[in-house]
């Protein structure tokens, strides 16, 4: 797991600019899939069992990053966000873009820092001119954080945790799964983190009887946080609700069962705010039983998210256990 998660995180892909990542998940899948095919948009979707009802397992592959917007004469970049970013969180932090150029954030002369918005920021590549940074650099080109993964413990930290945990739980689900009581697929879905988007036609696609989203979900356990009743190391969390779904009951209900059974303790999420995956799918068609199983997070949509180790495996034994029965 541990070395499956560092290899997930630091790979590039940022919504809609997925290919690396997605080549990373396949080679995972190879040896344990029926079948794996990619569809048009660019979900993965990866096939076990032929019998029982469709059963759809959503995780996300994509991750939140920065696009440029423009380059200026003394080359540097402005950019603009692709999925949830607070610009506080950037300071000091470096970019990476596909090719590899890295670069720093910087900030205008600013009085007040409140005023703080990400069009008061700029990117430096270290470029002497505009001619050079274009060389490097074109507009429309996405950057992740660059950040290592750091492993200490039972403790993660990382960048893109958010959703690569959930696909880490997704393959070695995968990995270990016998007897699936359903057609179970495992879909790696494109742009999550701009719309649920990639969600939205492969479920159309896959036309599942049921499904679960595998997803982050942020906590309450730092000082003086907001309320919520989700702690790291307590367990995955099985979604109640969130903004973009109210989980269907025959779903959540049997993933308790299925968690009381297996003896894994587990956790309830109420998210105040939010969505995922499974708030497109159970919209699919004429609709889709959907339920969400997320994995304690803390400082989401940072460059350094953590996820607690034991979180994850019991995720993984609690989603066999509800496949096999
Ligand atoms: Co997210
Ligand atoms: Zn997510």
């Avoid at 919504?15 to 979900?43: C, H, Q, W, Y």
């Avoid at 970019?95 to 920021?121: H, R, S």
């Avoid at 609700?241 to 309830?268: E, F, G, M, W």
């Amino acid at each position: 797991m541990k070395k499956l998660l560092k290899e997930l995180t630091e790979s590039f892909g940022p919504s809609g600019s997925e290919d690396k990542i997605r080549e990373t998940i396949i080679e995972r899948l190879k040896p344990f899939a029926d079948s794996i095919k990619v569809d048009k948009m660019g979900n993965i979707i990866a096939q076990k069992g032929t019998s029982g009802e469709r059963l759809m397992l959503a995780a996300h592959m994509d991750e939140i990053g920065i696009i440029v917007t423009n380059i200026d004469d003394k080359g540097f970049l402005r950019f603009s966000n692709v999925g949830g970013i607070s610009p506080f969180t950037l300071i000091g932090e470096r970019v990476i873009f596909a090719n590899g150029t890295v670069g720093v954030f910087g900030l205008e002369k600013m009085d007040d820092m409140k005023e703080l918005k990400i069009n008061k920021m700029f990117l430096d590549i270290g470029a002497k001119s505009g001619e050079e940074a274009k060389q490097k650099i074109k507009i429309g080109d996405m950057g992740t954080f660059y950040r290592e993964c750091i492993i200490s413990g039972d403790c993660i930290i990382s960048k893109a945790l958010d959703d690569r945990a959930g696909c880490a739980v997704l393959i070695k689900v995968l990995e270990q799964l016998k007897k699936p009581r359903y057609q179970t697929f495992f879909v790696f879905t494109v742009q999550e983190e701009v719309g649920l988007r990639g969600a939205k036609t492969s479920s159309f696609g896959v036309d599942p009887d049921l499904a679960i989203a595998v997803d982050v979900t942020p906590t309450g356990d730092t000082p003086e946080a907001s309320k919520m009743a989700v702690e790291l190391g307590k367990g995955p969390a099985i979604k109640v609700k969130d903004n973009s779904i109210i989980s269907h009951p025959r779903i959540k209900d049997a993933l308790i069962s299925a968690a009381t059974q297996k003896k894994v303790p587990y956790q309830l999420e109420v998210l105040e705010y939010g969505g995922t995956d499974s708030g497109a799918i159970h919209l699919s068609r004429s609709g889709v039983p959907s339920g969400g199983l997320s994995i304690p997070t803390r400082y989401v949509h940072t460059p350094s998210e953590m996820v607690n180790l034991k979180d994850m495996y019991l995720a993984v034994e609690l989603l066999a256990g509800f496949i096999e029965g």
